[in-house]
């Protein structure tokens, strides 16, 4: 994969966002962070990510308004931080569109696996290799097990 893949970090506490960019950079993702709703659907408007951590209890506008907003037109696949482990509020986050709620305090280490097992739901596959090699005028297709000479089907027993 040539492309890195990059995470926004939505959450009004520093440390938090600190903690996190350190923690998902040295596992290779490229990180950009916000610290309010606001100033990510800024970065969304003229920027690209490929997962959200979004905190749940953040000033002016909260992650849950932020997600309801943000699956009216886009379906980045989102984490819900947050100190609420209510399952209310599990279940409102998780009904509105997020793909996952990690609850505070939580472990750097599981929340970059939980950050790769979303990643790995929600991310395009790369296109499997081709079938067919060539090689000048002789081509083989390994999916058909045929053989071709100049376009022409060469007849080959099972074994061969």
Not at 7 to 16: C, G, H, Y
Not at 26 to 32: C, L, R, S
Not at 126 to 152: C, K, N, Q, W
């Amino acid at each position: 994969m040539t492309e890195r893949t990059t995470i926004l970090i939505v959450d009004d506490e520093s440390k938090i966002r600190r903690l996190l960019s350190r923690s998902l950079e040295t596992e290779g993702f490229d990180v950009a962070v916000a610290d309010s709703a606001m100033s990510a659907s800024e970065f969304l408007k003229n920027g690209h990510c490929d997962l959200i951590i979004l905190d749940y209890m953040m000033p002016e506008i909260d992650g849950m308004a932020f997600l309801a907003e943000l699956r009216k037109k886009s379906s980045i696949p989102v984490i819900m931080l947050s100190a609420r482990e209510e399952i209310a509020k599990k279940t409102q986050a998780l009904e509105l569109g997020a793909d996952d709620y990690v609850v505070k305090p939580f472990s750097p280490r599981e929340l970059v696996a939980r950050v790769r097992a979303v990643l790995n739901r929600t991310m395009p596959k790369p296109a499997a290799a081709s079938d067919t090699m060539t090689f000048g005028e002789l081509t083989i297709d390994t999916a058909s097990h045929t053989v071709r000479v100049s376009g022409e089907e060469v007849a080959l027993t099972p074994k061969e």
